[in-house]
C-alpha cells in the first residue's frame, strides 16, 4: 500500500503561482506512472498532467505552456502552476498508478480569485 499527500495548495489571484507537492509514503515516483488530476465543484476529475516512468510528459491543452510536472528520484512529484487564470476553486489530486496498482492522496485545494 502506497499512501500518497498532497501539500501546497492555497488562494492565489489570478496570473498568479503556485507549486504543489505529493508526498508518497515509498520510492515510487520513478517507477510509477505520476498524474496530478483536478476536480471543480460539479465537474469531473480532469487529467493536468502525467509523467512516466520513462519521463514522458503529458499536459491537458488547457494548462500547456503554464504548468510544469517534475519529480525527485525518491518520494516527491511537483506541479508548478504559473499564470493561473482558471477561477474558483478546484481540488488538486495527487495520482500513482502502475498496472493494477491506482493510488489516490486526499488532495489540495487551489483557490483562484480576483
Known amino acids: 500500500q502506497v499512501q500518497l499527500v498532497e501539500s501546497g495548495g492555497g488562494m492565489v489571484h489570478p496570473g498568479e503561482s503556485l507549486r504543489l507537492t505529493c508526498t508518497a509514503s515509498r520510492s515510487i515516483v520513478l517507477g510509477y506512472f505520476m498524474n496530478w488530476y483536478r476536480q471543480g465543484p460539479g465537474k469531473d476529475r480532469e487529467m493536468v498532467a502525467s509523467?512516466?516512468?520513462?519521463?514522458?510528459l503529458t499536459y491537458a491543452d488547457s494548462v500547456k505552456g503554464r504548468f510544469t510536472i517534475s519529480r525527485d528520484k525518491a518520494r516527491n512529484l511537483y506541479l508548478q502552476m504559473d499564470s493561473l487564470k482558471r477561477e474558483g476553486t478546484d481540488v488538486y489530486y495527487c495520482?500513482?498508478?502502475?498496472?493494477?496498482?491506482?493510488?489516490w492522496g486526499q488532495g489540495t485545494q487551489v483557490t483562484v480569485s480576483s
Open positions: 509523467i512516466g516512468p520513462g519521463g514522458h
Open positions: 495520482n500513482a498508478t502502475y498496472g493494477p496498482k491506482n493510488y
